[in-house]
């Protein structure tokens, strides 16, 4: 009888981590829907961030886009990173987004350069959670997906248009955007003391 009942909490344990895992496939994320570019154009100052493995901005982080002549976003971050351990300076990159389904434009592909040889150049999903355009913005993109459809390696940024933060409404829609993207808990926050 009791190994019956051990087999049943077994089974049932395997259910619930299975649900869990499940909800946290990055395909099935929501986005910001029918995201409007021209109207995320303009300056954003991180305010939290998960990083992604290996080398990142670490503070100061800031990104100015635009729309370029051909209706391409761009973007222009600054930041700073320590490199070797020791070095701290800041850095420049610069990106270019393309959207791979028109349906899904709040999903974009970017590809960026650092603007140093020292700087990494790649390829990232650049997903915009959510965003209300005027106050606040949170990104996501996801470097290495498991066999599961969970993230491996990947990053979240949220971002404010005052580098100062945002007012404590807003704290409620970070938080659940955060729960939804499987990522409570692994925010930090990031300085802004105009060091770029």
Known sequence: MGSSKLGLL?????????????????DSFTVKQDFDAKRYVGKWYA????????????????????????GTMVAHTKGRVTLFGIWVVCANMAAQYSVPDPAHPGKMYMTF???????????????????????YAIT????????????????????????????????????QKQE???????????LQSDAC
């Not at 089974?11 to 946290?24: D, F, G, I, P």
């Not at 939290?48 to 370029?68: C, V």
């Not at 499987?182 to 990031?190: A, N, R």
Request: charged share 25%; glycine share 6%.
């Open 10 to 26: 077994l089974v049932y344990l395997a259910c619930v981590e299975r649900s869990l895992s499940s909800s946290c496939v990055v």
């Open 180 to 190: 939804e993207m499987c990522l409570t808990g692994e925010f930090k926050p990031v």
């Open 140 to 175: 996501y993109a996801c470097r290495i997906m498991k066999l599961d459809g969970t993230c491996k390696d990947g990053y979240a940024l949220v971002y404010s248009r005052n580098p100062r933060g945002l007012p404590p409404s807003f704290q409620h829609i970070i938080r």
């Open 47 to 70: 305010l939290q961030k998960k990083d992604p493995e290996g080398l990142f901005l670490q503070d100061n982080i800031s990104a100015e886009y635009s729309i370029d002549d051909d």
């Open 113 to 135: 350069q650092g603007l140093a040889t020292y700087l990494s150049n790649g390829e990232d999903d650049y997903w915009v959670i959510d965003t209300d355009y005027d106050n």
